[in-house]
């Protein structure tokens, strides 16, 4: 099933642990994009890509890390997780505004 | 800076009324505008968008909105609601070109419960 794929659904982390979001997508786009999205205050961009090499911060990038090797992976790195990256996160990806969201990343830091 | 404001965060209809979901933007120049569903648990689904021409754009699930350029809007309308359409409304606007091509700026979201 073509799409934006994202692992996994649900984590808790402790505070100072890291991890990866992974998102893959199997439409050939070139632009990618990783939201979040808190109650209440719709969703705020962290970083985008618009190749496989080129990636650029957003709105909220601090306490974030990524990487585009390929077209097709867009991971989201969380370095030493603090309570305020408690969120839904959501990878998407385009071509001229035609975004495919994936279904989402639920953390929670505590 | 772009911005999208969504001035009602919760809505209630009964079923088979009409609904109008608000959208105000903020942007310089002519912007591109969608409106996006998420139901529970769900990414976001994309139910129109406007980039030029005609104001009036035609969705997916029977939803229109209206582009109106002199009051900086685009609300999301139907004409008679079912209860499938519960769930978070999300506005956003887009950039025309440049460096900021394809990014989103959401609006706070709207969430609309549908009674039977």
């Known amino acids: 099933n073509a799409g934006v794929t994202q692992t996994p659904k649900f984590r808790i982390l402790k505070i100072g642990q890291s991890m990866t979001l992974q998102c893959t997508q199997d439409m050939n786009h070139n632009y990618m994009y990783w939201y979040r999205q808190d109650p209440g205050m719709g969703l705020k961009l962290i970083y985008y890509?618009?190749?496989?090499?080129?990636?650029d911060k957003g709105e909220v990038p601090n306490g974030y890390n990524v990487s585009r090797s390929t077209t097709e992976d867009f991971p989201l790195r969380l370095e030493l997780a603090a309570p305020s990256q408690t969120s839904v996160y959501f990878c998407?990806?385009?071509?001229?505004?035609?975004?495919?969201f994936g279904s989402g990343t639920r953390l929670t830091v505590v | 800076a772009q911005s999208v404001t969504q001035p009602d965060i919760h809505i209630t209809v009964s079923e088979g009324a009409s609904l109008e979901l608000r959208c105000n933007y903020s942007y310089g120049a002519t912007p591109y505008l969608f409106w996006y569903v998420q139901s529970p648990g769900q990414g976001l689904q994309l139910l129109l968008k406007y980039f030029s021409g005609d104001t009036l754009v035609q969705g997916i699930k029977g939803f229109e909105a209206e582009f109106k350029r002199s009051q900086s809007s685009f609300n999301l309308r139907k004409p008679s609601v079912h209860w499938s359409d519960a769930a978070e409304y999300f506005c956003a606007v887009g950039y025309l070109a440049g460096t900021s091509y394809g990014k989103l700026t959401f609006g706070q979201g709207t969430i609309l419960t549908v009674h039977p």
């Open positions: 998407a990806s385009g071509v001229d505004y035609g975004y495919t």
């Open positions: 890509s618009v190749g496989a090499g080129i990636t």
